[in-house]
């Protein structure tokens, strides 16, 4: 049961926005020097437009007449991506702007993403100039699948939409401190890891989440490509968005189709403006339903969901992760663990084997929906790299609520 590669109708349309100060502020001349040839001769007309400022994207997807393109194709770092996504969120026609195929080529420094979409290609890790090229020849075969979006809510109101992952601890202030390390490229999170072992500390808070009903049935960490082209039984029963069961579509037959999935909204959540209810959360003011796992632990060294496989280009965080499982894979690391084991943990995750370190500290749940709320007032959690207000956060997956081009 492979994905289902239909017949792509030629010539495709894209629109390619780019961030010239992405990773060391060479995107421009890298889209230049690697894709544009390998677009040309896939026969895909292309508009490119550099983003001249932060939100620019956002604004301006939210705004688009969407039905000029066949993909929306973003040449920068997760970051651009998260502008783009939540842009498309933002639309009244948010059901249907969220199905238009998104495509990602590597140009900024956190490009996981990118780094996941390879992974999933299975073919062997590769980074910079490489990775690029891999995702060049995988946007060029047009193929697309669903992804997952997950809905994050903070204590402010404001709603989300995350397709990579939610961090506390650790990780998220390695992320945001090492942006002065920009020009190392996607060896600033090696440096930031370094810098912040160094200072180590505890992060307080309280960690709540529903796991996925019924774990036995989930793929395990040695999972075959072969399964995971396979749809997951249920897996995305009970989201908003029941997907139609294929993965592989051209993308002539994927946008503007009349698949798109139908919301539940009969009952819309009071935090959303646009986009699927949250039906599995309760308000932030009250506590989290009776049947969610309350962690006993309150003293944390990092917490990371995440949704897709990598958490940067050399991080194979969540190896058991795919692009449309309906999973949110939850790790944390509980306080205690020594430096020495904690850089033995974030050595092994190049190649993801920090799971099976069977280090006492480490945690791996897989779930729907979780809840965070930190003690100490001030802090950095991240949602896809990116800083967003601090607080009480919580989150729910929604499967297939995306596409995007992939192997
Ligand atoms: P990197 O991986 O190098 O951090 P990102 O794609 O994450 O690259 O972009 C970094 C940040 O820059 C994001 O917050 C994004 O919203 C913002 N951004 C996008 N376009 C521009 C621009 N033209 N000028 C400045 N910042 C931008
Ligand atoms: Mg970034």
Redesign the pocket.
Known sequence: TGAIQLEVKRPLKFLILL?????KGHAHALFKGNVQRMLQDAGIQHTLI????????RELVREADLSKWDALVIM????????VVNGLMEREDWEEAIQTPLGVLPG????ALAASIHHFSGLQAVSSEELLISCGFILCKGLVSQLDLTSVCLASSQRLFSFLSLAWGFVSDVDIES?KY?HVGAARFTVGTLVRLASLRVYRGKLAYLPTENPMSQPSLVDSTATFRQRLPQSNSDSCCPSNGLLGHTLQNSSNSNNTPKSKQSNPSPLSVFGPTDFLLNPLNQPVPGHWTVVQDEDFVLVVAMYQSHLAEDMLAAPASRLDDGIIHLIYVKAGISRRSLLHLFLAMEKGGHLNTNCPHVVYVKVKALRLEPYSPKGIITVD??LVDYGPVQAQIHGSLARLIAW
Do not use: K, V, W, Y
């Not at 900024?108 to 490009?111: D, E, P």
């Open positions: 961030n010239p100060h992405s990773g550099i983003t001249e400022r932060q939100n620019h994207a920068s770092g997760d970051g651009l991506l998260f502008e900024g420094s956190g490009n942006e920009r790299g990116e």
